[in-house]
């Protein structure tokens, strides 16, 4: 069984949404999925998830880039308990951030924004230099996509493989570390009469440093296999010193939840659209059993992945060993040793 992709029960349903707002912080895990991993993976596999409760810490410190990127390689493990810094960070960071710390993978504040594996762009603090007192944000900024500037057929990279896709029905979902699944069967006083009609749903507990999720409907990924593959490009000019998406998860409904220091738990579910009644509900719901914490769900009624809530950055600033490492057409299995680094958020000079 692969641990990766595609999540456990779960019907395909959609959903609108609600938006409101707090704080919240801790790191991330990656709940375990249920579909069996394709031949010819092995090698991306490990790279894809970092397994739960298991946080990585960056081999070198980071340069603070203002408007460009900051690459790492994860190389060592650390503990899930070691502290770091959240409480002068806006929603979107301590979201951003407290996901990518489990997944190395970013999440979308805006999952409504198209993400496309193969584009390629810089990451920005996304402020003006003079507004210094604003908290950074990741915003990755496209400047362009290796298969649609051809650079891809030039250097010899695969066409994105989609995985899942044949596997319509499912929830995934990822939560912070210090945030436990909850039997929703045992805690059924916690329901609200609407959650009881989901049939999506799940239940999450948060210590009282808050946390985060994320659900994901009808989930696939796409992914450029192998992921090592993209060391072809450190040789294109125009790619130096950017970042490329080389993994792109895509749903048909989506809910991003970032606690409170205050919220105790929460079960969070997808009601289907009321038929019947000229005035019933045509599209289906999210719904939850609480109004505290930044929560936003939406879905799309015809059941088409039109969202984008969770991504891989790979760097091209491989600044250390690019001279010794570098492709080369004749000696391709050097080329294949190992995947391009992690880019990370520009805040982050240690994860």
């Known amino acids: 069984m692969g641990n990766a992709y595609l999540a456990q029960g779960g019907h395909l349903v959609n959903g609108t949404g609600l ?28 790279h894809a998830v970092v397994p739960p409760k298991i946080r990585v810490l960056y081999n070198r410190p980071l340069e603070d880039f203002s408007g460009s990127l900051a690459p790492s390689l994860p190389t060592h493990l650390a ?21 990518f710390r489990a997944s190395k993978k970013f999440a979308s504040w805006d999952p409504e924004k198209p993400v ?26 496209k400047e362009g996509n290796i298969y649609g500037d051809n650079i891809a057929e030039e250097c010899g990279i695969p066409q994105p493989t989609v995985l899942g896709e044949e596997m319509p029905n499912g929830l995934t979902w990822t939560t912070s570390l ?17 959650l009881a009609e989901c049939s999506v749903k799940a239940g999450f507990q948060f210590s009282p440093e808050g946390g985060a999720v994320l659900l994901m409907v009808n989930d696939s990924v796409t992914m450029i296999n192998p992921a ?10 125009a790619l130096r010193d950017h970042v490329i998406v080389s993994e792109v998860h895509r749903c048909t409904s989506y809910a991003r939840y970032l606690a409170s220091s205050h919220t105790k738990d929460i079960v969070i579910g997808l009601k289907s ?35 984008y809530p969770l991504y891989k950055l790979v760097s091209m600033r491989d600044a250390s060993d690019n001279t010794r490492r570098r492709h080369s057409l004749d000696n391709p299995v050097e080329d294949e040793a190992s995947p391009l ?10 994860a």
């Open 19 to 46: 938006d409101t707002n707090a704080n919240g912080n801790e790191n991330l895990r990656w709940q375990p999925q249920s579909w069996n991993t394709p031949a010819g993976l092995s090698e991306a596999a490990p």
């Open 79 to 99: 503990s899930a308990s070691e502290p770091f810094k959240t409480s002068l960070m806006s929603g979107e960071r301590q979201y951003v951030d407290l996901l």
């Open 116 to 141: 496309e594996v193969g584009d390629w762009g810089k990451i920005t603090t996304g402020r003006p230099w003079w507004a210094f007192w604003r908290a950074k944000r990741s915003v990755f900024v």
């Open 178 to 194: 210090n945030a436990q699944d909850m039997d929703i069967s045992v805690g059924m006083e916690n329901q609200t009469p609407e």
């Open 228 to 237: 090592s593959s993209l060391r072809r490009l450190l040789e294109v000019k």
């Open 273 to 307: 659209p009321s038929l019947g009644s000229p005035s019933a509900r045509t599209a289906p719901e999210w719904v939850r059993n609480n109004r505290t914490g930044n929560f936003k769900a939406r879905a799309d009624s015809s059941g088409q992945r039109r969202y």
């Open 341 to 350: 680094h992690v880019a990370v958020p520009p805040w982050m000079p240690h």
